[in-house]
């Protein structure tokens, strides 16, 4: 359809605005963090960061506690995207290739999962974790925030291993190839963008969990960011919101910086599920 | 990981299970569940739950698509700036709640002030923890602005995956613009529709950072959803079998919804293919 030029004009001005009230929440939080806190309680506001300067993160930064919190985080989030890659690599590859009774049962009660109320497993989740003596642990956290990535993340992979045609497995068994080999040597370096978009979905879920790591992870030292940032800013009488959005920003920069880098897979990954399968 | 847990629930929603008996729960006799119906605590709770759920998927949905149908004409940087629309999507969740908080402060918040200066409010000192309507609007805000980007997203794909041909046909054919996109867009993209407003409606069941932190289910219990519910009476009260009580009453209106939601997926692909 050929439109005119001055509908044009008007539709890029709308979506301009649109996309300036979406991205103004962002910006209110970067120059809150770079102001003081006496130039942020001011009526009228300041739409500038006044007095810039960069106190705010070297306050925060010298608190130990916030350090700790961001590793914890890391290493949760990166240990569930491996574990989460491999077995999803694994379920995904068997669900597309192999035939087996029951398999449309198993891939719903999968996708079932997802819909499931989380805080209503987590009390028995506690029960068991306590049984266990996995409260309080990484093991647990991971285990716990791996299952929940789990489902889609199988369904985006095994979307990505049927768009392989299943003569490349064929024409690898007959040079002599076992299963193993197959899938690692063949269709590992096939899928890549699709392994890349599990890998960045999971850590992005893990990154943003606050319901798991509050109740598995008690101990002070072994929260991760989300509940030390909501815990020790939350509070009814704390008043350092500098410190609160310089921690903030800090909180948001790798995932937002991790999809800025890797955005092409992630929203070929973010649309897989639904528009393909 | 899934299974036992929600047996366990299951078994211990008829349990008197509390603090003071944790290690040996008591039958007793469905009365989770009676004291939940007739104190209509579980109505309210779900009320408030669809009351938040309605209204951000809805605004969702219609936002979400205008921006899709605005990205999907020939706009020369699509990539870019789709790439800016999504960025609200991955700031983590307490982040997002942190945030608007500090942006609906009474006194200081930017929001209070804008909503003054265009005069949409008489007033620049809008309390908005303390009243209950304005709490549910505070929420939806937060929600919506994290979670529009994925609907949007998710929209452009089903859109640029319209076969241009039919829509050419049906132009040639004489039907106007929202003719098209009423018998020929729509049509074709509706089991994106239903996937993308599905996966919303449960996020939005599940919700829990961004309520917890924000308002923690107040003032009063206006904002006490579903999850909140369940989540205070486990964690605050440690009346587990309530809690677990409230969890089943949950799954059971999931589960209808679920199968109602696959009815109207089956067919749709029915209906297209």
């Given at each position: 359809?050929?439109?005119s030029?001055?509908?044009?004009?008007?539709?890029?001005?709308?979506?301009?605005?649109?996309?300036?009230?979406?991205?103004?929440?962002?910006?209110?939080?970067?120059i809150?963090?770079?102001?003081?806190n006496?130039?942020?309680?001011?009526?009228?506001?300041?739409?500038?960061p006044?007095?810039?300067?960069?106190?705010?993160?070297?306050?925060?930064?010298?608190d130990?506690?916030?350090?700790?919190?961001?590793?914890?985080?890391?290493?949760?989030?990166?240990c569930?995207?491996?574990?989460?890659?491999?077995?999803?690599?694994?379920?995904?590859?068997?669900?597309?290739?192999?035939?087996f009774?029951?398999?449309?049962?198993?891939?719903?009660?999968?996708?079932?999962?997802?819909?499931?109320?989380?805080?209503?497993?987590?009390?028995?989740?506690?029960?068991?974790?306590?049984e266990?003596?996995?409260?309080?642990?990484?093991v647990?956290?991971?285990?716990?925030?791996t299952?929940?990535?789990?489902?889609?993340?199988?369904?985006?992979?095994?979307?990505?291993?049927?768009?392989?045609?299943?003569?490349?497995?064929?024409?690898?068994?007959?040079?002599?190839?076992?299963?193993?080999?197959?899938?690692?040597?063949?269709?590992?370096?096939t899928?890549?963008?699709?392994?890349?978009?599990?890998?960045v979905?999971?850590?992005?879920?893990t990154?943003d969990?606050?319901?798991?790591?509050?109740?598995?992870?008690?101990?002070?030292?072994?929260?991760?960011l989300?509940?030390?940032?909501a815990q020790?800013?939350l509070?009814?009488?704390?008043?350092d919101?500098?410190?609160m959005?310089?921690?903030?920003?800090?909180?948001?920069?790798?995932v937002?910086?991790?999809?800025i880098?890797l955005?092409?897979?992630?929203?070929s990954?973010?649309?897989?599920?639904?528009?393909?399968? | 990981?899934?299974?036992?847990?929600?047996?366990?629930?299951?078994?211990?929603?008829?349990?008197?299970?509390?603090l003071?008996?944790?290690?040996?729960?008591?039958?007793?006799?469905?009365?989770?569940?009676?004291?939940?119906?007739?104190?209509?605590?579980?109505?309210?709770?779900?009320?408030?739950?669809l009351?938040?759920v309605?209204?951000?998927?809805?605004?969702?949905?219609?936002?979400?698509?205008?921006?899709?149908?605005?990205?999907?004409?020939?706009?020369?940087?699509?990539?870019?700036?789709?790439?800016?629309?999504?960025?609200?999507?991955?700031?983590?969740?307490?982040?997002v709640?942190?945030?608007?908080?500090?942006?609906?402060?009474?006194?200081?918040?930017?929001?209070?002030?804008?909503?003054f200066?265009t005069?949409?409010?008489?007033?620049?000192?809008?309390?908005?923890?303390?009243?209950?309507?304005?709490?549910m609007?505070?929420?939806?805000?937060?929600?919506?602005?994290?979670?529009?980007?994925?609907m949007?997203?998710?929209?452009l794909?089903?859109?640029?995956?319209?076969?241009?041909?039919?829509?050419?046909?049906?132009s040639?054919?004489?039907?106007?613009?929202?003719?098209?996109?009423?018998?020929?867009?729509?049509?074709?993209?509706?089991?994106?529709?239903?996937a993308?407003?599905?996966?919303?409606?449960?996020?939005?069941?599940?919700?829990?950072?961004?309520?917890?932190?924000?308002?923690?289910?107040?003032?009063v219990?206006?904002?006490?959803?579903l999850?909140?519910?369940?989540?205070?009476?486990?964690?605050?009260?440690?009346?587990?079998?309530?809690?677990?009580?409230?969890?089943?009453v949950?799954m059971?209106?999931?589960?209808?919804?679920?199968?109602?939601?696959?009815r109207?997926?089956?067919?749709s692909?029915?209906?297209y293919?």
């Amino acid at each position: 359809m050929i439109e005119s030029s001055g509908s044009k004009i008007i539709k890029v001005f709308v979506l301009l605005l649109v996309l300036a009230a979406m991205l103004l929440p962002v910006y209110w939080a970067i120059i809150s963090s770079l102001m003081p806190n006496a130039f942020l309680f001011s009526l009228p506001p300041h739409f500038s960061p006044l007095g810039g300067s960069l106190a705010n993160y070297a306050r925060v930064l010298k608190d130990v506690r916030y350090l700790v919190y961001f590793g914890n985080s890391l290493l949760v989030s990166l240990c569930t995207v491996a574990l989460c890659i491999i077995t999803s690599l694994l379920s995904g590859y068997a669900l597309s290739r192999f035939r087996f009774r029951g398999k449309n049962a198993i891939i719903v009660a999968i996708l079932s999962v997802q819909m499931f109320p989380i805080v209503a497993i987590l009390i028995s989740l506690y029960a068991f974790f306590n049984e266990w003596r996995l409260l309080n642990t990484y093991v647990g956290l991971i285990i716990s925030d791996t299952t929940f990535c789990l489902p889609l993340s199988i369904v985006m992979l095994k979307s990505y291993i049927d768009t392989i045609p299943v003569s490349l497995d064929e024409a690898a068994k007959i040079d002599g190839c076992g299963r193993t080999r197959i899938l690692i040597d063949v269709l590992v370096p096939t899928i890549v963008p699709g392994i890349l978009a599990v890998g960045v979905f999971t850590f992005l879920k893990t990154w943003d969990d606050f319901l798991f790591a509050l109740i598995i992870m008690q101990s002070d030292w072994k929260k991760t960011l989300p509940v030390g940032l909501a815990q020790s800013f939350l509070g009814e009488f704390v008043h350092d919101y500098g410190g609160m959005m310089a921690m903030s920003v800090g909180a948001s920069l790798p995932v937002v910086l991790l999809f800025i880098l890797l955005q092409r897979y992630m929203i070929s990954g973010m649309t897989a599920g639904a528009v393909k399968g | 990981m899934i299974v036992l847990p929600i047996a366990r629930g299951i078994v211990v929603s008829f349990y008197d299970c509390q603090l003071s008996n944790l290690k040996n729960p008591v039958w007793n006799a469905f009365e989770n569940y009676r004291r939940l119906f007739r104190s209509g605590q579980i109505f309210s709770y779900l009320k408030t739950t669809l009351i938040f759920v309605c209204s951000t998927v809805g605004i969702q949905f219609i936002i979400g698509m205008c921006i899709a149908l605005l990205l999907n004409m020939d706009v020369a940087s699509r990539g870019v700036l789709r790439g800016l629309f999504v960025i609200p999507w991955t700031i983590p969740s307490v982040v997002v709640a942190i945030l608007w908080k500090w942006m609906l402060q009474p006194q200081f918040g930017m929001l209070n002030f804008l909503l003054f200066k265009t005069g949409l409010s008489h007033t620049v000192n809008i309390a908005w923890a303390q009243d209950s309507m304005l709490s549910m609007v505070s929420i939806v805000l937060a929600a919506l602005w994290k979670e529009l980007p994925y609907m949007m997203v998710m929209l452009l794909a089903g859109l640029q995956s319209v076969d241009q041909s039919l829509i050419e046909a049906a132009s040639i054919e004489g039907a106007n613009r929202p003719q098209v996109f009423r018998y020929v867009t729509i049509p074709s993209i509706r089991p994106v529709i239903v996937a993308a407003v599905w996966i919303s409606i449960m996020d939005n069941f599940q919700m829990f950072t961004i309520i917890f932190n924000m308002t923690g289910g107040g003032p009063v219990e206006a904002t006490t959803t579903l999850s909140l519910a369940t989540y205070k009476s486990a964690f605050t009260a440690y009346d587990f079998g309530r809690a677990s009580a409230i969890g089943v009453v949950w799954m059971v209106i999931l589960i209808v919804a679920a199968i109602y939601f696959n009815r109207l997926g089956a067919r749709s692909t029915a209906n297209y293919q």
